[in-house]
């Protein structure tokens, strides 16, 4: 009998996990989730705060940081595939925490002398302030989302190596993570600015980031370290054999894998361009790199076999089911107060975590892709109750009220209508609503409260089957993407999850009373079953009949073929 290795006790085991890359990846994504939660929470206010309690600075600032992600997503995720993966997170982590540090920092200095820089060059140097909080603001939010790639997309795959049991059950705990810190860092600055002023609560977010760093900065390197296989990336390699490889690789057998069959297209990019290289290396040549690799990201994001798959999840970002602040202002007019509301996004977030937990019993049970179509399932027919809401008694719901009636008086500059007093800052500015909708006297009481209910019922139900959906294709992604193009097929995901985003504001933008609000959630309906059926044609072609027999588990999506890539770009 062999005594040479005893067991482990208890507390090895204990002291194991806490010393696991597995665990350091959780402590770093808790501390970065944490303070990004709270300055994205936290700069929103302080806008508003700054410019007279006008939501101007608000949609500026959100308008440009959904157009950058939306216009650069790519090129930050070909900048993730193209450089060692250690550097690429510590100069994100770095550059992310500086920007919040400076921007801190600025706006402690204007909430501290705003009268004196309004006086300044007839409050020019106050309006350059403001530009420069927005544009520090958005290459913050830049380096996160680069951070967001290589950590939850790229370092979360390598650590949980080949077992796809593992890489879900890290899924499920990043997502847990991300459910508790994104109801537990804004209440936790808020309180801090409510007892003590906007200028602490500046100072309080600097001084975290400053600490966070340095932790985050150290855990890194630890994961890092730990985990061997993160040193080696497949796009990390000479130009020379690059050439070689890509080479044999250009006829494709119809029975290979997306591994065999797809080629990296920044690769393929290179190839082709290889022969006028020494001709075009000039200022215009390298002025237009940035809309080559632009070009080539969505296109190689267009011939992945997950592509419908990815397409289904952006759908889903057009909507106005959310707690956000569209529906927290609809709530308002509907006669719920902040309080029931708090309580409404508690449940929410228990949901989404009941979600999380229900992908990993599924996926073992069912299969990765079945999880999806029973995710999706289930997100819809809750959302049904969306629907219902919308007839049900107590529903403002009018077609005779023109959904672009408060558009119309704002553009000509009369008094809006009776009918239409809810104007747009009243739909979006959420919960500071009560404030600026009109006064309680002149609203009619509401008559029942079952269209409200049956809303909020329909969408917290929805978050069990979204974040299971959510987590579903996160993982296709991860697991069918080469890995030398894992960065900027997620960076062009991202961009399609904002350009969806952005459409459900315009949409609002366009009806924003709320007489129109069920349009809006028929159209939101619409756009998430449209999602899921893009999911279901991705499923079927994926595993056939199949599909409907969750009794046996299902292959990878290697069986799917792959189209092949454009040898130019």
């Given at each position: 009998m062999d005594t040479s290795s005893p067991k482990k006790t208890c507390c090895d085991s204990i002291t194991d996990f806490f010393t696991s890359a597995k665990f350091l990846i959780y402590m770093g994504h808790a501390l970065s989730t944490w303070g990004d939660r709270m300055w994205n929470f936290a700069v929103a206010v302080f806008l508003v705060e700054l410019y007279g309690n006008s939501l101007l600075l608000t949609a500026v600032y959100g308008l440009v940081v959904a157009g950058s992600v939306l216009l650069l997503g790519a090129i930050i995720g070909d900048w993730v595939d193209r450089n060692p993966r250690l550097k690429v997170a510590q100069t994100s982590l770095l550059v992310q925490n500086s920007c919040v540090i400076l921007c801190g920092i600025l706006l402690m200095v204007v909430f501290q002398f705003k009268e004196q820089l309004v006086e300044l060059y007839n409050g020019w140097i106050l309006t350059t302030c403001y530009i420069l909080v927005i544009t520090i603001a958005n290459i913050a939010n830049l380096a996160s989302t680069a951070t967001s790639i290589t950590i939850q997309r790229d370092w979360v795959v390598v650590v949980a190596g080949q077992d796809s049991s593992s890489l879900a059950d890290m899924n499920a705990t990043v997502r847990i993570i991300d459910q508790l810190t994104n109801i537990l860092a804004p209440m936790l600055v808020g309180q801090i600015m409510a007892f003590g002023s906007h200028f602490v609560g500046c100072g309080f977010i600097s001084g975290w980031n400053l600490c966070s760093m340095c932790l985050e900065y150290a855990l890194l390197w630890k994961v890092y370290q730990k985990t061997p296989a993160l040193a080696t990336k497949s796009g990390q390699k000479e130009p020379q054999?690059?050439?070689?490889?890509?080479?044999?690789?250009?006829?494709?057998?119809?029975?290979?894998?997306?591994?065999?069959?797809?080629?990296?297209?920044?690769?393929?990019?290179?190839?082709?361009?290889?022969?006028?290289?020494?001709?075009?290396?000039?200022?215009?040549?390298?002025?237009?790199?940035?809309?080559?690799?632009?070009?080539?990201?969505?296109?190689?994001?267009?011939?992945?076999?997950?592509?419908?798959?990815?397409?289904?999840?952006?759908?889903?970002?057009?909507?106005?089911?959310?707690?956000?602040?569209?529906?927290?202002?609809?709530?308002?007019?509907?006669?719920?107060?902040?309080?029931?509301l708090s309580l409404l996004m508690g449940a929410s977030a228990v949901s989404g975590i009941c979600g999380t937990v229900a992908f990993t019993w599924v996926r073992k049970k069912c299969g990765l892709?079945?999880?999806?179509?029973?995710?999706?399932?289930?997100?819809?027919?809750?959302?049904?109750?969306?629907?219902?809401?919308?007839?049900?008694?107590?529903?403002?719901?009018?077609?005779?009220?023109?959904?672009?009636q408060d558009l119309y008086t704002h553009l000509i500059g009369e008094k809006a209508l009776p009918e239409a007093e809810h104007s747009l800052p009243s739909v979006l500015i959420g919960v500071n609503a009560t404030t600026t909708a009109a006064p309680a006297e002149e609203m009619p009481p509401l008559q029942s409260y079952m269209s409200v209910s049956l809303l909020f019922a329909g969408v917290i139900a929805a978050r069990v089957g979204l974040w299971s959906f959510d987590l579903t294709v996160t993982q296709l992604i991860q697991e069918n993407v080469i890995e030398s193009e894992r960065g900027v097929i997620n960076g062009v995901q991202n961009s399609m999850n904002y350009l969806l985003d952005l459409l459900h504001f315009i949409m609002v933008i366009l009806a924003p009373n709320p007489e129109a609000f069920g349009l809006l959630v028929i159209i939101s309906v619409s756009f998430v079953a449209m999602g899921h059926i893009m999911y279901f044609g991705f499923a079927f072609k994926s595993l056939g009949s199949r599909l409907f027999l969750c009794c046996s588990p299902e292959q990878k999506v290697e069986t799917v073929e792959s189209p092949s890539l454009p040898t130019t770009v």
């Open positions: 054999q690059e050439l070689k490889q890509l080479g044999p690789q250009k006829d494709v057998e119809d029975g290979q894998s997306p591994e065999e069959s797809s080629q990296p297209l920044m690769n393929e990019a290179t190839v082709a361009t290889k022969p006028d290289s020494t001709k075009q290396r000039g200022c215009c040549y390298q002025a237009t790199e940035p809309l080559r690799t632009l070009k080539a990201g969505w296109v190689a994001y267009y011939n992945q076999n997950i592509f419908f798959a990815g397409m289904s999840l952006a759908f889903l970002y057009m909507t106005v089911l959310g707690f956000d602040c569209i529906t927290t202002g609809y709530a308002y007019t509907q006669g719920l107060n902040g309080s029931i892709i079945r999880t999806g179509f029973i995710s999706g399932m289930a997100q819809l027919a809750c959302l049904m109750l969306c629907v219902v809401s919308v007839f049900a008694p107590g529903s403002p719901f009018d077609l005779s009220v023109s959904p672009f």
